[in-house]
């Protein structure tokens, strides 16, 4: 069965950093794109960021470009989202998903894990 | 960026409706338009890909129709189990770009 179990948020403070990670499981991780997509309390979906499978090819929201980084660790199935310069505007549940087969539309998400941005 | 824009934002039915749930983008997505449910406190669920194809384990109550920038969810007997918020997402230009949702609520 596909897993994706996300961790790593928290209460942090405006202007600091976080790590999220992303534990893959029942698939074959290298073989597949992985996103990043998060949602703001009470909005809609909002993507984040995606990754090639290999890890060579990424893609950013306008909001987060330059300020969060997307990568993979094929050799543990991990995938994560280094995220600086953190604004009350990012604070979200963020799930990780798993991209379909040559595609990028998400057919296994995780549950979230959930970043709040305090000032 | 493709702006995808879904109708209603809210639609009060009851059970064994058939309910049609509309998105729009603001330019050609070919057919890579996908359809999402999302119950209260969950993570959102893959019920459509390539705007008509079903995803794996989804009722054929489902089914999904379009293409370039007119795109529909159709649900022909809404069970109580589909009440939840839909979403749509474009993938075939980046920035990919979901709706801002439609709420299916019971009447």
């Known amino acids: 069965e596909v897993h994706l179990l996300e961790s790593g948020g928290g209460l942090v403070q405006t202007g600091t950093s976080l790590r999220l990670s992303c534990a893959a499981s029942?698939?074959?991780?290298?073989?597949?794109?992985m996103t990043w997509v998060r949602q703001a309390p009470g909005k809609g979906l909002e993507w984040v960021s995606a990754i090639s499978g290999s890890g060579g090819g990424t893609n950013y929201a306008e909001a987060v470009t330059g300020r969060f980084t997307i990568s993979r660790d094929n050799s543990k199935n991990t995938l994560y989202l280094q995220m600086n310069s953190l604004r009350a505007e990012d604070t979200a549940v963020y799930y990780c998903a798993k991209g379909a087969p040559s595609s990028y539309y998400m057919d296994v998400w995780g549950k979230g894990t959930t970043v709040t941005v305090s000032s | 960026e493709i702006v995808m824009t879904q109708s209603p934002a809210t639609l009060s039915v009851s059970p064994g409706d058939r309910v049609t749930l509309s998105c729009r983008a603001s330019q050609s997505t070919s057919s890579n338009l996908a359809w999402y449910q999302q119950k209260p406190g969950q993570a959102p669920r893959l019920l459509v890909y390539g705007a008509s194809a079903r995803a794996t384990g989804i009722p054929a109550r489902f089914s999904g129709s379009g293409s370039g920038t007119e795109f529909t969810l159709t649900i022909s007997s809404l069970q109580s189990e589909d009440f939840a918020v839909y979403y749509c997402?474009?993938?075939?230009?980046?920035?990919?770009?979901f709706g801002g949702g439609t709420k299916v609520e019971i009447k």
């Open positions: 029942g698939f074959s991780f290298t073989n597949y794109a």
């Open positions: 997402q474009q993938y075939n230009n980046w920035p990919l770009t």
